[in-house]
């Protein structure tokens, strides 16, 4: 299990049998962290800030620390800059997506450093999202994220969970 707290402190915890804390580090994000999920071999984690980064991190202490790295997302024209709010793991894959406050949907695949699609913006901010179980379905919800403040909240405004058919050739790792 994976907890991104205060101060850019990230803490792993395993929980197998007792749960211990096995790694605290700093993120590796220079911005406030938004967003933290585990990789389904649980052997890392992906952290989203409001910077519109996303930090793909290993447990281990010293097996793959060369394989860690950031990238940029979320991000129009170079100079609008949107808070990365959910990272979603694939379940059978291993490819990932991530949600923004610019209400764009990407699949990534961090094996090969790689954006497998991008979605049109929805208009408002996406929220959360996940994968179904099987993987086959994509669900997620746009509503304001509060990322520009109780200003800009326009009430009355209408929350939306939609569903998305995920076949293979949109999250399935591309050779390269």
Known sequence: MAVATSGRHLLVYDVTSDPREHIRKESPLKFQSRCISCFPDMTG???????????????????????????KCHRQNNTDVYSVNAISFHPVYGTFSTVGADGVISFWDKEHKQK??????????????DFSFQ?????????????????????????????HYTPDDEIKPKKK
């Not at 984690?45 to 860690?68: L, P």
């Not at 699609?117 to 408002?124: D, N, T």
């Not at 009430?155 to 939306?160: A, I």
């Open 45 to 71: 984690f992906a952290v989203g800030s409001i910077e519109g980064r996303v930090g793909i991190q290993y447990n281990s202490k010293t097996m793959n620390k060369d394989k860690s790295f950031a990238f």
């Open 116 to 129: 497998l699609k991008g979605f049109q913006p929805k208009g408002k901010p996406i929220s959360c999202s």
């Open 135 to 163: 993987g086959n379905l994509f669900a997620y919800a746009t509503s304001y994220d509060w990322s520009k403040g109780s200003s800009f909240y326009a009430q009355g405004t209408p929350n939306e969970i939609c569903i």
